[in-house]
Nanobody, 121 residues
């Protein structure tokens, strides 16, 4: 069974930093696009940042210049470095990935369980 497990969330003061990780485990042949989404209470889930297998990235306007997405293909892991955090960044952060399993089947948009990020003084 393939799992995507996020870690690194927590409580941080405004202006602080956190680094989220999402590690995939199981029978994975290859992971293609990976992304971070977030969902604040009462709001829809939104894309924060995405990265292709080749390393191309894109970001939501609200996080440009503050967040950096990266990946380690050897470890099947995607990261989100979050700097200059603001209270409005408070949300549950989810990783998402498109991947192919060991039998060759393609899986689109698999989600992790989420990790809570709270920015508050």
């Amino acid at each position: 069974q393939v799992q995507f497990v996020e870690s690194g969330g927590g409580l941080v003061q405004p202006g602080g930093s956190l680094r989220l990780s999402c590690a995939a485990s199981g029978s994975i042949f290859s992971i293609y696009a990976m992304a971070w989404y977030r969902q604040a209470p009462g709001k829809q889930r939104e894309l924060v940042a995405a990265i292709t297998s080749g390393g191309s990235t894109n970001y939501a306007d609200s996080v440009k210049g503050r967040f950096t997405i990266s990946r380690d293909n050897a470890k099947n892991t995607v990261y989100l470095q979050m700097n200059s955090l603001k209270p409005e960044d408070t949300a549950v952060y989810y990783c998402n990935a498109d991947w192919r399993d060991g039998r060759g089947f393609y899986h689109e948009g698999s989600w992790g369980q989420g990790t809570q990020v709270t920015v508050s003084s």
